[in-house]
């Protein structure tokens, strides 16, 4: 799973307010090369949540995000954005409610996002 | 101890309810096991613990039966078709052989006419997020994403299925793009409003509640946005009628144990449903006719050399979904099921 997916995941067990984000709990992230494209990096900046972005890198062990949004979009920053965004995959691990607590498991880079009879 | 149901313990839900869907609120009602039900249930279950944890783990049977059926079976379709797990669209009356090559194309011609079907062709810049409900090995999703340089998230219950659609995605450079989870198409895990074009193709036969699959096919799509169902259902039902006969509901009965249909509802339902919701600009067309060469065409690579020995190996519920196929075209013919598109437009 990459952080461009978990920007748009959100916990959906009934009565939940805090639905997004959840909070990532890694245990194996690999890295994958993706071709670097600053249009498609450009028009995602508008629809990315970013704090969510920025504590799901560290969650992944990936620091290097600037806390706040640049008003600059230097090459670097493009690039540190890039990797965050689309290189880093989550193996292993699991999605947490920061309501609940639940943790929707992550295997083989695939999330389980389904909910238990009495969570409907 | 949960009790866990066989899938055919699914089959005595009240059939007769669900197919003479007229107003939403009796869709939600009928999916209340009755009494009955609960007897049956009760003595399927014999030994194990309370009947009503046997009633309410049906709707995770279900999932559960759904997710094995796919986890078998994708590797041996994958194989022999491709990685588009729906019909192909063909001219009505074409009897000419296909060849396989004819057959994919169809599979693509079957998106394509469907996108156009939905007005979306016209509006293909508008198209940036796009959700595939019951993704299969994403072959939709990646055919879109590619056509109008979407992203598109892909939901199954497969995990196997998820996997191997995301492998395919890198495969094809196109994991920045398309990417898939394992979720439930009736609770799915994004927010409101996310999606401008909401797909599910053939996966509606699926849903054990048509009315709360629609709410959330609609609750996820964006203002503006489109909604295209392309779905097995069964005839319409005449003025009067309150479900179908006997005989053409046993024939669907067969067809469900095997495929992990737990309900059928008809075009007009979906409709009904959509309406309901105040959806615009609602669509619906009759494609049997479109479809009728594909399940002859599915046989005959089914007892191939190949196909026959890919079928021992990937086990039961293959080979049951092989012995199936020929009660997919009696229901064509006599006319009981349909393939049916309905789409769909969410208001500003």
């Known amino acids: ?105 992550v295997e083989k880079g695939v999330p389980n996002m389904l909910l238990h009879e009495d969570e409907v | 101890m949960k009790a866990t149901l066989a899938p055919s313990s699914l089959i005595s839900l009240p059939r007769h309810k669900v197919s003479s869907l007229r107003s939403p609120s009796l869709l939600i009602q009928s999916q209340r096991p009755s009494s009955a039900l609960m007897t049956t249930m009760k003595t399927a279950s014999r030994g194990s613990v309370a009947v009503t944890a046997a009633a309410t783990s049906s709707v995770e049977a279900l999932r559960e039966g759904i997710a094995e059926f796919y986890n078998e079976t994708s590797g041996l379709w994958e194989e022999i078709w491709g990685d588009h797990m729906h019909h192909g669209f063909y001219d009505p009356d074409s009897s000419v052989q296909l060849s396989d090559s004819g057959h994919r194309e169809a599979q693509i011609r079957m998106i394509e006419e469907s996108l156009r079907f939905a007005g979306v062709t016209e509006e293909e810049k508008k198209i940036k997020r796009v959700v595939d409900v019951g993704c299969g090995i994403g072959g939709s999703s990646r055919y879109i ?129 959509l309406q309901s919701l105040s959806l615009q600009d609602i669509k619906c067309a009759d ?39 020929p009660l997919m075209i009696e229901g064509y013919k006599k006319g009981i099921i349909k393939f049916g598109i309905i789409t769909c437009q969410k208001p500003l």
């Open chain 2, 145 to 273: 994403a590619s056509k109008f340089g979407a992203e598109c998230v892909g939901i199954t219950l497969s995990p196997v299925q998820a996997k191997r659609a995301n492998d395919l995605a890198a495969a094809q450079s196109l994991s920045h793009k398309v990417s898939f989870q394992v979720a439930d198409a009736l609770e799915q895990p994004f927010e409101d409003g996310m999606f401008d074009l909401v797909w599910s193709m053939e996966s509606g036969e699926h849903m054990p509640d048509k009315a709360k699959f629609v709410k959330e096919l609609v609750r996820v799509a964006a203002p503006g946005g489109r909604i295209i169902i392309v779905t097995w259902c069964h005839r319409n039902l005449s003025q009067g009628e309150e479900a179908l006969q006997p005989w053409e509901q046993n024939l669907l009965d067969r067809i469900c144990k095997t495929f992990y249909l737990p309900a059928w509802c008809s075009t007009s339902d979906y409709v009904n449903l």
């Open chain 2, 287 to 325: 494609w049997s006719e479109n479809v009728a060469p594909f399940w002859p065409a599915v046989i005959r690579t089914a007892l191939t050399w190949k196909g026959l020995v890919s079928l021992l190996r990937s086990g039961m519920k293959s080979i049951k979904g092989a012995l199936t196929m």
């Open chain 1, 1 to 105: 799973m990459r952080l461009i997916v978990h920007n748009m995941l959100t916990c959906n067990i009934k009565g939940v307010v805090n639905k997004f984000p959840l909070r990532i709990e890694a245990e194996k992230v690999i890295k994958k090369e993706v071709d670097f494209n600053p249009d498609f990096l450009r028009h995602m900046l508008a629809k990315i949540e970013w704090k969510a972005l920025v504590d799901g890198a560290r969650s992944m062990g990936y620091t290097e995000l600037p806390d706040q949004l640049e008003s600059e979009e230097s090459y670097s920053f493009l690039k540190k954005f890039h990797h965050a965004l689309l290189e880093l995959h989550l193996e292993e691990g699991s999605l947490v409610c920061q309501e609940t607590g639940r943790k929707f498991p």
